[in-house]
Structures are given as structure tokens and as C-alpha cells.
Nanobody, 123 residues
Framework: QVQLVEFGGGLVQAGGSLRLSCVAS????????MGWFRQAPGKEREFVAA????????RYADSVEGRFTISRFNTNRTVTLQMNSLKPEDTAIYYC????????????????WGQGTQVTVSS
């Protein structure tokens, strides 16, 4: 089993920045993918970003490209999401996810999920 715990959510004004972190424990796989998803009220969960390994290939949703940066550290157990130029529409619960397959597909069905952390961007 893999346990994922997210940190770093909060309230920020539009144009501001937040950094989310996710730490994996238990059985981990350095060769797998870790990603971030989000779910806004009344909407379906959507893909935000994914990375396969430290300094490895990354993929972003069009809506966050150029504003968000995903990184992976600590023997690939930690993944972060640096969020800049935040907009009110970025408000959502952000979830960390992990899977043993090194795939960057936005519709990949990840095996492991964190509990989520709330990000609220005020206008």
C-alpha cells in the first residue's frame, strides 16, 4: 500500500502563489507517476499535472500551463505543485495521486490517492 498526505493548501488572493506538497509513504515506486488533480464544487475532478521522476517528463493541463510547476524530490517520494498567478477559478480541493506506471496520460486511473487539501483563491 501507498499512503499520500498533502500539505500547503489555504486562502490566497488572486495573483498570489501557493505551494502544495505531497509525501508518499509505505510501498513506493521511484519509476511510477505522481500527479495532481483538483475538484471544484459542482464539477468533476480534473487533471492538473503529472511527473514521472525527479527532472523527468511532465505534463500539464492547458488551464495551468505556464503558471503551475510540478516537481519531484526526496528519492521520488515527494511531489510539489508550485502555483503562481492564481485565479479564482483555481479554487478547488487538490488531490495528490500516484501509480506504478510511468504514464503521463491525463485520464490514467491512478491507484493511490491522498485525502485532498483545499485551495481558495479570492478575487
Amino acid at each position: 500500500q501507498v499512503q499520500l498526505v498533502e500539505f500547503g493548501g489555504g486562502l490566497v488572493q488572486a495573483g498570489g502563489s501557493l505551494r502544495l506538497s505531497c509525501v508518499a509513504s509505505g510501498r513506493t515506486f521511484s519509476g511510477g507517476v505522481m500527479g495532481w488533480f483538483r475538484q471544484a464544487p459542482g464539477k468533476e475532478r480534473e487533471f492538473v499535472a503529472a511527473i514521472t521522476r525527479n527532472n523527468g517528463p511532465k505534463r500539464y493541463a492547458d488551464s495551468v500551463e505556464g503558471r503551475f510547476t510540478i516537481s519531484r524530490f526526496n528519492t521520488n517520494r515527494t511531489v510539489t505543485l508550485q502555483m503562481n498567478s492564481l485565479k479564482p477559478e483555481d479554487t478547488a480541493i487538490y488531490y495528490c495521486a500516484a501509480d506504478s506506471r510511468p504514464l503521463l496520460l491525463p485520464n490514467l486511473r491512478y491507484a493511490y490517492w491522498g485525502q485532498g487539501t483545499q485551495v481558495t483563491v479570492s478575487s
